[in-house]
């Protein structure tokens, strides 16, 4: 038998296979799992950015509501995206053994992973956008370039997932995770420019915050947000176009591992 | 068309110092059922999966895997394309119900949409799971969830098939069901690779089979051919030592192979009418006359016993 006369799906469809099954899971469930996604930053705008707003009044030049609401344009994806690759991902591979399935179907490890990635990253438009109407109904932004927002969601989607996926792959217990989200994903949450601007912290901590990819997407949502760009946030992008292919690639060896014997 | 579909040479796999796979050798035709026989630990479930690498063989320049021509570590999608898989344990998507189990897995397969819903119709049919198509997969009975998985793997007309323990806890009737499932799918001239625990199993659908034991052959054949060529036909067990003793003058005298290494004592003889003499001198209930089969073979070969858990 000749090689050559094997057909099996092309990259395209692998990818996209792979991303249906995550798909369909999803939407499954629509009410349970496509409310919260409006319900949370209404929450959150409502008691944090109009009842504490309250009291703070005006923070880098727009209404702290409006300051917020920017933010978590973005924390929302960041959530997304890292409970669907750690989490998510960890009961798929040890409880649900759902990839050994996958796995014998013509696809091939890479395929399941990238996948999976671009599936996060879906997440994360989705779930910015979802905050986008929120703000949008509730008047806090006006209708502008604030709309490509969600596009920076997909993006966040893929830095947390590929950062997520690389722990997933070293973690042993689904307990582990604890310490990812109080110590990793809280803390950037609070430093990264979400909920008060970085220049307000001590000076010597403030080059730390640039460390993390959040205070990155952050900075380019202010960016569409208020209008101004400006010339350094060119490094914001150059570290997001770095961090996803560099982190993915080492989440996707170390994955291998544990889906290979 | 002499090519056989499968052709394994000197495989071996390790997973550190434990050696899975130890230098096995094997060839698969085409539209023929083969069978890994063994206790759990042998190393089938490993075999299995070098084939289409979900596990890597250990590198060893005498190795050679060859799957429709193909070395799977090389053109692994090639392979799978044409290839269909049960695993071991079920692990359908339970967050699915059953007829988008089946439609994920179509498009995973590359199956265009338009022949998928005819496919998972024919498949339903075939698996007698029509009634359950909107079904959650945790509301199905473990026979069931069996056949499903069964109809994933078929979901490519795969050319092989690739089972590990397809029956293994399942009811004697879900049991035949599937044997039969198997036999017509041979007919059709799929290729079929199994592993199990039940000689019985081998017995119904094999054409030929390996009997594996620490990650190696012990032996290879035709089960029937085997059993005749290499034990006797008959056994008597005897189940207290005592008894034994009470007989073993007479065992002594006749043509027969006493294993008294297990707790039972069994004795082995083609010579039927001598067993039952013996017998007769047994009191019932404490003794058992049958035919011999691949467990005696690989109690005569290994001197354990096949479902040892290990």
């Known amino acids: 038998m000749k090689a050559s006369s094997i057909i099996y799906p092309n990259l395209f469809n692998?990818?996209?296979?792979?991303?249906?099954?995550?798909?369909r899971v999803y939407t499954s469930h629509l009410i349970s799992n496509g409310l919260p996604p409006f319900i949370e930053p209404l929450l959150f705008l409502v008691a944090i950015?109009?009842?504490?707003?309250?009291h703070i009044g005006i923070m880098q030049g727009m209404p702290y509501i409006e300051f917020l609401a920017t933010g978590i344009l973005l924390t929302s994806a960041m959530y997304t995206s890292a409970f669907e690759c750690s989490y998510g991902t960890f009961i798929r591979l040890e409880y649900e053994k759902v990839y050994d399935g996958m796995l014998a179907t013509p696809i091939t490890v890479n395929d399941l992973i990238i996948g999976e990635i671009i599936w996060a990253g879906t997440k994360g438009f989705f779930f910015s956008f979802?905050?986008?109407?929120?703000?949008?109904?509730?008047?806090?932004?006006?209708i502008g370039i604030i709309a490509l927002a969600p596009i920076l969601g997909f993006f966040t989607g893929l830095m947390f997932a590929v950062m997520s996926l690389l722990i997933t792959a070293f973690v042993k217990t689904i307990n582990h995770f604890n310490f990812y989200f109080t110590g990793v994903l809280s803390p950037m949450f609070f430093f990264c420019?979400?909920?008060?601007?970085?220049?307000?912290?001590?000076?010597?901590?403030?080059?730390?915050?640039?460390?993390?990819?959040?205070?990155?997407?952050?900075i380019l949502v202010r960016a569409l947000a208020t209008g101004i760009f400006e010339q350094n946030m060119i490094w914001s992008i150059i570290y997001i176009a770095v961090f996803i292919p560099v982190v993915g690639w080492f989440s996707i060896q170390a994955l291998k591992k544990r889906l290979i014997d | 068309m002499h090519d056989p579909i499968i052709r394994v040479k000197n495989l071996y796999k390790s997973y550190g110092e434990l050696v899975a796979v130890n230098n096995l050798s094997f060839e698969v035709r085409k539209a023929s059922c083969f069978g890994f026989l063994g206790p759990n630990g042998a190393g089938k479930t490993t075999l299995m999966k070098t084939l289409y690498n979900k596990a890597t063989r250990d590198k060893n320049p005498e190795t050679e895997v060859c799957v429709f021509g193909l070395d799977p570590q090389r053109d692994e999608l090639s392979i799978k394309a044409r290839t269909g898989v049960v695993p071991q344990e079920n692990n359908l998507d339970d967050e699915l119900n059953v007829i988008r189990n089946l439609n994920?897995?179509?498009?995973?397969?590359?199956?265009?949409?338009?022949?998928?819903?005819?496919?998972?119709?024919?498949?339903?049919?075939?698996?007698?799971?029509?009634?359950?198509?909107?079904a959650k997969i945790t509301d199905l009975s473990g026979g069931m969830k069996r056949r499903l998985t069964i109809a994933r793997s078929l979901i490519n007309k795969p050319q092989l098939l690739i089972l590990d323990e397809p029956t293994t806890g399942l009811d004697p009737q879900v049991r035949h069901v599937i044997w039969n499932k198997l036999r017509s799918l041979k007919k059709e001239g799929?290729?079929?690779?199994?592993?199990?625990?039940?000689?019985?199993?081998?017995?119904?659908?094999?054409?030929?089979?390996?009997?594996?034991?620490?990650g190696g052959k012990v032996m290879e054949g035709n089960p029937a051919k085997l059993l005749k060529e290499n034990i006797e036909e008959y056994v008597l067990e005897i189940h207290h030592k005592q008894y034994f003793t009470k007989v073993k003058d007479k065992v002594n005298s006749i043509n027969a192979r006493v294993d008294d290494s297990h707790e039972i004592i069994?004795?082995?003889?083609?010579?039927?009418?001598?067993?039952?003499?013996?017998?007769?001198?047994?009191?019932?209930?404490?003794?058992?006359?049958?035919?011999?089969?691949l467990e005696d073979l690989f109690l005569k070969i290994t001197g354990r016993k096949l479902n040892e858990s290990q």
């Open chain 2, 266 to 293: 069994l004795v082995y003889s083609s010579d039927l009418m001598s067993l039952k003499d013996i017998s007769m001198l047994l009191p019932a209930g404490e003794f058992f006359l049958r035919q011999s089969n």
């Open chain 1, 14 to 23: 692998r990818l996209f296979s792979v991303w249906f099954r995550h798909y």
């Open chain 2, 190 to 214: 799929v290729t079929i690779l199994l592993t199990t625990h039940y000689m019985e199993e081998a017995f119904q659908i094999c054409d030929r089979i390996i009997i594996m034991d620490k």
């Open chain 2, 104 to 134: 994920v897995f179509a498009r995973l397969n590359g199956v265009p949409r338009v022949k998928a819903d005819e496919r998972i119709r024919e498949l339903l049919e075939f698996m007698e799971l029509k009634e359950k198509k909107s």
């Open chain 1, 193 to 218: 420019g979400v909920v008060f601007p970085i220049t307000d912290l001590p000076s010597f901590i403030q080059p730390v915050s640039y460390i993390f990819p959040l205070t990155h997407s952050v």
């Open chain 1, 130 to 142: 979802c905050v986008l109407i929120v703000v949008w109904v509730m008047g806090v932004l006006p």
């Open chain 1, 49 to 54: 950015g109009l009842g504490l707003g309250n």
